[in-house]
């Protein structure tokens, strides 16, 4: 089992936290606010009311040992880039921070910090990508351009065979599966009907799955 | 083309309102900030200094006339509160709110807003999920506990063909596909061989992939 640190008690730390916490893991969390550290302690293994940017503290608190540290304090960038350096310099295995913006990005890369967190900016995109094209419900990236997506099947497309819906030979995608209801459908042939509510499980490359949603839309 | 308003400009809303205009969609900001109104007024079609829990505020912007309505501010529970409120008096097809924890959620859900975010822990589910299970590098949430991942095989199965594996009698998994290099093979036969480096597309239950994926790491 690893032993993880988080370190700043946001609404991004706290949940990573606890989580891990939850999920069986040992965490350590800092956080300069007694009253947060006091609702969280049951939580998670060890608790401190410290100041992230203070070595001493953190070696106290066994950061230094921990195989992953996590720097979720992200309003003051000063104190977030010192915390990353210092879990750097402690030879930490992953050290992953939560960034205010790109800038503030750059540097934590030139920092060596492993991984780089943007969840305002991240939850954004994925609300727009959610926005600007109503079929799609959800998708899986395999590669460069190659996704699976699940895409309602407008009225339209109702009663239609799967024959019928050509959708390999009119747009280049496969349909792997339909969900209906909560069931999921992945034996399909050429007879299979497209009902009114279906979920359509579609593989194809990004420009054609394009195609196909606008067609659909 | 759709018009959507974006109160308040956070990270999350900054983003959401550059990245639909950066689309090409019609999009309304309002801040009370100046200096922010003022950086942002060349990425946006219109921005506002204003307050977004002023009634008059949001109809001399257009506000009752867009299509979506995202409330993205969310340290102020009260302002994004009476903002949702407001969007909803005026008939907005769908109000997005940003939500700084589960009880402010539940609020906003009795004012039935259409869709709530929680950008952070969002992230932070997604980022633990990533942290505790190697193997998982993406996956695809299908109905309730039914999943597409697509998950780095390790060393000891190079080597053997898809009978070999037999996944769907020990996991009860199906695989899907395999992804080698950027390329995706899909009409897999069992003398298919699996080898280092493919990501294996699988099909399954969450709790059947779990252990799959236990036995993996
Ligand atoms: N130097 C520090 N040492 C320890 N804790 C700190 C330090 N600076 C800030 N904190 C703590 O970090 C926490 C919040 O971090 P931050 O300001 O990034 O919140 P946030 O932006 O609201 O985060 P989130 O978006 O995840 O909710 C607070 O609980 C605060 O007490
Ligand atoms: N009543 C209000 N009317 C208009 N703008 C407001 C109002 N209250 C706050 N704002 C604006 O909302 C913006 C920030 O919202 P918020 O406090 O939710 O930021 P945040 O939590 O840092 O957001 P994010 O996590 O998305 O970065 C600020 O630019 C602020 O000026």
Redesign the interface.
Known sequence: K?Q?AVLGL???????AR??FY?G?EVIVIDLNELKIDTVKDEVTHAFVGDITNEATLKEAGVNDCD?A?VAESSNIESNIISSQLCKSFGIKKV?AKA??TIHGKILTKLQVDQI?????????K??NK??SDSIL???????H?N?V?IEAPEKLANKTIKELALRRRFHV?I?GI?RA?E?I?NLTDDNMVQEGD?L?V?GETEALKKLNLDLS
């Open positions: 690893k993880f946001g609404r991004f730390g706290s949940k990573v989580e891990l999920r893991h992953v996590i992953i205010q913006n967190v943007y969840p305002e900016q991240d939850t954004a995109i609300l727009v926005l600007t959800d998708y899986l990236e395999l590669g460069h190659i699976i699940s496969t792997l969900k909560e999921l992945f979920i499980i593989f």
